[in-house]
């Protein structure tokens, strides 16, 4: 009814559009990323679908975030509902899904399982991460955090951080400001 349409996003007009604003080629992209150009063209043309992880080397060499691409994906909707993905069987592998689609001012995704615990993370704007499942630990601005379920970290924008699960089959929602919104402000430290 009021569902958005049911189909996986396609990222790929966001990722040209994004190495077109860079004034990128697929060469120097494929070079910052460890991508192939082939699989490039496909992301771009929407013949392949990236993995979480290609999304994340992707983003790295565009300068933007895995979320920002997801959200770039699909236009803007007032009202959209985010079906839960359903597997017959769970999935052993660390995944990652977009709870918002469209360019909105805030962006929330969710995680499951563990993901690279040595990459740092840096948000220009703040951001919220909620324990839905599991336990993280967090390291940001030289302090160990540990979360349990409903537990919530805040996270003021600019502050680097890594977090990893350490319980089987965390589920981890980040809330965060939208990168293309101005919220932060020149603090002094």
């Not at 839960?84 to 995680?111: D, I, K, N, W, Y």
């Amino acid at each position: 009814m009021g569902d958005h349409k049911e189909q996986p996003l396609r990222v790929g007009a966001a990722v040209r559009r994004r190495r077109r604003a860079l004034d990128l080629t697929l060469a120097v992209v494929a070079e910052r990323s460890g991508l192939s150009v082939p699989f490039l063209s496909q992301i771009e043309n929407d013949r392949a679908r990236p993995s979480t992880s290609s999304l994340e080397k992707l983003a790295d060499a565009l300068r933007t975030t895995a979320v920002e691409l997801l959200a770039a994906a699909d236009p803007a909707c007032s009202v959209d509902v985010v079906r839960a993905e359903v597997t017959e069987t769970p999935e052993p592998a660390p995944r990652s899904r977009s709870l918002v689609r469209g360019h909105h001012q805030m962006h929330a995704t969710e995680f499951t399982g563990d993901h690279e615990a040595g990459r740092e993370f840096q948000y220009r704007n703040d951001q919220l991460m909620y324990v839905a499942d599991g336990a993280v630990e967090i390291e940001a601005e030289g302090r160990a955090y540990r979360l349990g379920r409903g537990d919530t970290l805040y996270l003021t924008g600019g502050v680097r951080h890594r977090w990893r699960a350490t319980v089987p089959d965390t589920r981890v929602v980040v809330v965060a400001v939208a990168e293309h919104i101005e919220a932060v402000r020149n603090r002094k430290r």
